[in-house]
């Protein structure tokens, strides 16, 4: 029988932890307190006192998906009187909106419409960098990498090629949902399955893209499938070191095909966090999403294991459609309260994770930031 004094002593002299450790911290014998203390220690010895953000903003350019994964509020059909497409006017608009708000990152992701043609998914990424070369275009998920792959009958290897030739900077962490079959083949039976989107990452990370990795929690997965879930992850991470940033997701129910179930508890967020940065020691960081969370629930994750708060955020539809309360976007002055107020010293990074050095309304790219 595990103890959380053993799980202490191997965190407390930098041991990994087993896929048992894993399911004992998420199990009621594990205080939560205790885990978030041992979480709080990892946090603490990779990235010391500091909290990241950056200021961000996001553009879904359509929402029409082939796609029906039942968890999703955001998806249309075709002729649902909510589908939309955006023009190259429309998303160069948001580009100009995005720079004249000092954002450093747009953040790009939306449905996979069966009318597009890869050239338009290039050729989006293309205008927007050719138009404002500084915004770092963090854009389309592995599932959305697949798809082209589909479209075009290219390779993965190519489809990213042309796309990091078009501006793309690096790959959001979505559409990993719960990678286990018994749980993905009844929420997302048609998408890509876990060793596509695992593979899509490993070779982003072989072409030099940094990514992130996310994990959708508090539906139909039990804590065998979210341990199965990060243990996948630390092991693509052992062979490639490519990942940055790993995000839980807590599953909003409104407007979705599983509104029956309860959207997870503040306790169940933190503890999720905190086994995600005790399991996930190859990872630097361990990002609290304001938006999803909520903003007390994202401050208090602070001392559960999380060094990041994603950023500002503009135009975030996926979580407003699926019933988020929280506000639509946070001014710098007020993340930067918000992470003051957790006993933190706030940092406003890149999405690379390097030091925004800011003289009024112009911005520059500082240094890495080192990760213990
Ligand atoms: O893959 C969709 C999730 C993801 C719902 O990389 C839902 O920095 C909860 O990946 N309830 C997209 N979750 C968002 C995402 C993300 C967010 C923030 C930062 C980063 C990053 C990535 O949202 C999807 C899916 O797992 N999602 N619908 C829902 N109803």
Redesign the pocket.
């Known amino acids: 029988m595990t103890t959380i004094q053993e799980i202490r002593e191997k965190v407390e002299a930098g041991e990994r932890l087993s896929f048992a450790d894993g399911e004992f911290l998420y199990s009621d014998a594990a205080d939560l307190n205790e885990v978030g203390q041992l979480a709080n220690l990892v946090r603490e010895r990779k990235n010391g006192q500091l909290a990241y953000f950056n200021i961000n903003t996001h553009l879904n350019p359509t929402n029409v998906c082939v796609y029906r994964?039942i968890?999703?509020?955001?998806r249309s059909d075709l002729r649902d009187p909510r589908g939309y497409l955006m023009s190259d006017e429309q998303v160069l608009e948001r580009g100009g909106e995005a720079v004249e708000n000092g954002c450093t990152e747009m953040?790009i992701?939306g449905g996979l419409h069966h009318q597009m043609p890869f050239d338009w998914y290039v050729n989006l990424v293309r205008i927007l960098h050719d138009a404002y070369p500084a915004l770092h275009l963090?854009a389309w998920?592995g599932?959305e990498i697949n798809w082209f792959a589909h479209l075009t009958k290219k390779p993965v290897r190519w489809v990213l090629e042309q796309m990091i030739d078009a501006g793309l900077g690096s790959l959001?962490?979505?559409?990993?949902?719960i990678f286990h079959p018994e749980v993905r083949d009844k929420i997302c039976e048609h998408k890509a399955g876990a060793e596509v989107w695992l593979d899509i990452h490993r070779t982003a990370h072989q072409l030099g893209l940094r990514t992130?990795a996310?994990m959708?929690y508090g539906h139909i997965e039990n804590a065998y499938h979210r341990v199965d879930h990060l243990v996948r992850l630390r092991e693509l991470q052992d062979e490639t070191g490519g990942f940055q940033?790993f995000?839980p997701?807590?599953?909003?129910?409104e407007n979705?095909g599983l509104d029956h179930i309860p959207k997870p508890g503040a306790l169940v967020d933190l503890r999720t966090m905190a086994v995600s940065r005790l399991m996930l020691d190859n990872f630097p960081h361990i990002?609290a999403?304001w938006?999803?969370l909520g903003i007390g629930t994202a401050q208090t994750a602070l001392s559960y294991g999380a060094d990041d708060l994603?950023g500002t955020v503009r135009h975030e539809l996926?979580?407003h459609d699926?019933g988020a309360t929280t506000p639509e976007m946070l001014s710098t002055e007020a993340i930067c309260r918000l992470i003051r107020e957790a006993g933190r010293e706030p940092v406003e990074r890149d999405t690379l994770y390097r030091r925004i050095e800011r003289d009024g309304s112009t911005w520059r790219t500082g240094e890495a930031i080192a990760t213990g």
């Open positions: 994964c968890f999703c509020a955001f953040h992701v963090k998920t599932v959001p962490g979505g559409g990993a949902e992130n996310t959708l940033t995000i997701l807590a599953f909003h129910p979705t990002k999403y938006i999803m994603d996926i979580y699926a």
